[in-house]
């Protein structure tokens, strides 16, 4: 079995070199097979350059597309890739790549799934949670779209539908794309990440989340959401999600 992780990159030079650091640390030191999967996703500072001096130390592949296409573009890239290399039993965990998802609970999330869970979610909504360095407006925004999912589109024990920070069993991925003619993911903003947990979990129920902290005091550089955008693309979600 092998653990791939799925990161979208852009403009991260700084942030992902702290992140990748993680990961190896995590991992050096148990007898794990795993494998970093990197989308460039048309990066114009020194990510290829931090990249390459990575994949010498550990286990990676980068992904390059020559212009910024968007997150859910780059994810779309990541998880088309992890398919067509890896079997169903491997393990998918996305994360953010700017540090505001420490890697310091991958291991915890891939116990779950092997305890017989397909999807395993980073939840900022449990007691033992922690959010850092997030502003009161950004945190009325993600409580607001939290309350909003649970009422028109809940999902058995589910509270954190909007972080990215989650692991799936591979054979989970390639149902999604298979029950949806290839369309798994069509958002191209940030509400890519709300479309993946709708759409997967009606491949499965076996859904649950642990604690995590989000460490948005590490991030280095300004936010890529762009707010307004992520608004409208999520209430339209949120509008198709019955029919999904």
Known sequence: MTIY??????????SIKELLEGIYDQFRDVEEDYKVVVVNDGSTDKTPRVLEYFSYLIP??????EKNEGLGSALNSGLKYIM???EDDDIVIC??????HRPSIALKMVENIRKGNDIVIASRYLPESKVVGVSLFRLFFSYSARFFFQLLAPIKGVKDFTCGFRAFRLSVIKASYQRYNGKFITQKGFACTDEILLKSSRVTDKIIEVPFTLRYDLKKNPSKLKL????????KLLWKSRKL
């Open 5 to 14: 992780f799925c990161l979208p990159a852009y403009n991260e030079e700084e």
């Open 84 to 86: 067509w290399k890896g």
């Open 228 to 235: 307004a955008t992520t608004i409208k693309e999520t209430l």
């Open 95 to 100: 994360m953010d790549s700017d540090n505001t």
């Open 60 to 65: 990676m592949e980068i992904l390059e597309h």
